[in-house]
């Protein structure tokens, strides 16, 4: 038998706080018929948004395409969803059970090149579009196509999504931290990059990417043309390569902003050189797809050369799977004013998009207002990272701390009042430390997909349970 020991020792010192021990004691806790409000995961789905009717109705209908010629088909099914999976099986006549393309199959990939032309009024190639298994895979393979040296390192926002750092730990590559301006929105600070840069260069270390979350987990933000800017024109001076996470293009919420990617501009920057991996995903947005595994890679400034491996890459597991690559084809290629589909489309998106906005400013405000806790309104994606202070118990220094120590002393903390809350109210949220926070601080990350009547719950309870803890921590 396999023993703990035998186990590959990157996979055992690799962390996903996301579904960690918290989690587990949740999962237990709902076992003995406790009711739990999960706020630990951006998976809409599981807490019950549904599934936009048009893609469950195409997907169906490939699924079992028997059905598309049956007269049952026509009251069963809207005439342009059956017309769009006659489509669909015409581009792909094999259908889901069959291997595809390695990159995926060609006419999505085009159809999404056609997504990103609209969206941002630029170029974009099919031949540098890869559909893969949702986003993680793509940056995955990002990180498997740049890792070639031991000492190489990846800049990663602290906080960060724990894909980065857990993929860094499985590659037995080094994370280069830089941390994210709490006080200025969460945005990226030009001096902090720099000062990370630097000393990653000094402990040895080879930059060879730096990645970038917009709008950002855990923190909600929404980076602005300029601070994009700035990271192209630092990735270029370094020779780095680019990652941008941007699953969450689709979840903005603040009135007056808008997503802005980093192709956009790096096109409108004239950047030629710095090669730039955008990432994309049906598992957020309004479709809340996550259990169907689909999203896409775009990558710029690539040589054909080093494309051929990306797409070897991709050979090497076969292809992503194939309702996945449907559904990023939905996704991109939505139903259009006229279609029959087209106004309960706009009515089903509109009305999760309004919730989730409703919910963040809920959330936003009603955790603002208790005492010791600090939050904006988020203004994209699915989650509030929120900062909460705590009194010190006798005995400890943290003045005298060295951060290393201050960092183990706060994961301790803020591991502990999530275990409690957890024990105490049934919510399950994730502790800041997980996705890392700047040493001396405190947070938790929280989402709002729940039902509203369960985040009006949850600022109630969280309300009791923050003073409360807060007394009992003052006597000791
Ligand atoms: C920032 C970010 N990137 C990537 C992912 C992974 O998404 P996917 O389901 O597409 O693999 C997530 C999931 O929560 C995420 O928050």
């Known amino acids: 038998m396999v023993k703990l020991t035998d186990v590959n020792s990157k996979l055992l010192k690799a962390r996903y706080a996301v579904r960690g021990k918290i989690v587990n004691r949740a999962q237990e806790l709902e076992g003995k018929g406790h009711k739990i409000i999960y706020c630990n995961i951006g998976n809409p789905q599981a807490l019950k948004q549904k599934p936009l ?25 809207p005439a342009d969803a059956v017309k769009r999976a006659k489509t669909i099986l015409g581009h792909n006549p094999s259908g889901t059970g069959a291997y595809t393309q390695s990159a995926g199959i060609p006419f999505i990939r085009k159809a999404v090149a056609d997504f990103i032309h609209h969206r941002d009024g630029i170029p974009a190639d099919m031949n540098r579009v890869l559909l893969t298994d949702g986003a993680s895979k793509g940056v995955q393979a990002a990180f498997t196509l740049l890792t070639n040296h031991e000492n190489d390192g990846y800049m990663i926002p602290i906080p960060q999504y724990p894909l980065y750092s857990a993929t860094i730990e499985l590659y037995g590559a080094k994370q280069i931290n830089y941390f994210l301006d709490e006080g200025a929105g969460w945005q990226l600070n030009e001096k902090e990059l720099n000062a990370s840069y630097e000393g990653a260069k000094k402990a040895g270390i080879n930059p060879v990417a730096i990645a970038v979350i917009n709008p950002g987990n855990p923190t909600g933000a929404l980076l602005s043309h300029e601070n994009i800017e700035m990271v192209i024109r630092f990735a270029r001076k370094h020779h780095l390569a680019i990652m941008a996470d941007e699953v969450y293009q689709e979840n903005v919420y603040a009135p007056g902003h808008k997503f802005v990617s980093f192709a956009k501009v790096m096109h409108d920057m004239g950047e030629t050189e710095a090669t730039l991996f955008s990432f994309h995903s049906v598992s957020k947005g309004f479709l809340g797809e996550c259990g169907h595994r689909g999203g896409y890679m775009e990558v710029r400034n690539m040589s054909d050369e080093v494309y051929a491996e990306l797409v070897k890459l991709q050979s090497i597991g076969l292809c992503s799977n194939v309702d996945g690559q449907v559904v990023t084809y939905l996704m991109v290629a939505p139903p259009v004013k006229g279609d029959e589909s087209y106004e309960l489309y706009v009515k089903e998106r509109d009305g999760i998009l309004g919730d989730l906005k409703e919910k963040a400013g809920i959330l936003g405000k009603g955790l603002s207002a208790i005492e010791g806790m600090h939050i904006d309104v988020p203004q994209g994606a699915m989650y509030a990272f929120v900062r909460f202070e705590l009194p010190h118990p006798k005995g400890s220094y943290p003045a005298k701390m060295s951060p290393a120590e201050l960092q183990k002393y706060g994961a301790a903390r803020d591991e502990e009042y999530c275990l409690r809350l957890l024990e105490e109210t049934g919510i399950c949220v994730v502790p800041g430390s997980g996705f890392g926070q700047a040493p001396g601080t405190l947070h938790f990350r929280t989402t709002f997909l729940p039902p509203k009547e369960d985040i009006l719950a949850l600022v109630e309870k969280m309300k009791a349970f923050h003073s409360a803890y807060t007394a009992e921590l003052k006597k000791k």
């Open 53 to 77: 009717t048009f893609v469950r109705q195409v997907l169906s209908l490939l699924e079992y395409p028997a059905l598309m010629d049956s007269p049952e088909a026509a009251k069963l099914f």
